[in-house]
């Protein structure tokens, strides 16, 4: 790819890299958030420690970043579209398995 393309491409990627630390920051900050909580019973929200689920889907979250920034710099189209989308979708599946798998990891 031309240069011009890569830069624009890369202040781009930058740009979604940006909102998308500040959505891991707020999950940190705020793991009340995170998809279920105000369906949970009581007692299983005795049970669950919130802030670390919060670190640890943050941590995913900042673990993509890296690889989106890489993007711009691929050869060609198809390999940038992919490394920008791919990441999310890896990390974000991993991170939901492993919550799920390891819940014990999770508790209070």
Do not use: W
């Amino acid at each position: 790819m031309e240069p011009t393309v890569v830069i624009i491409l890369f202040v781009g990627t930058l740009l979604v890299s940006v909102v998308i630390a500040l959505c891991g920051l707020y999950v940190r900050r705020h793991p009340e958030q995170i998809s279920g909580y105000n369906t949970m019973s009581r007692e299983k929200l005795a049970k669950i420690d919130f802030p670390r689920i919060g670190r640890f889907i943050s941590n995913m979250i900042f673990a993509t970043i890296p690889f989106m920034l890489a993007a711009p710099f691929m050869p060609n189209l198809k390999l940038f579209e992919a490394m920008l989308v791919s990441p999310l979708l890896i990390f974000g599946i991993v991170a939901v398995l492993y919550v799920n798998i390891f819940e014990k990891r999770f508790m209070k």
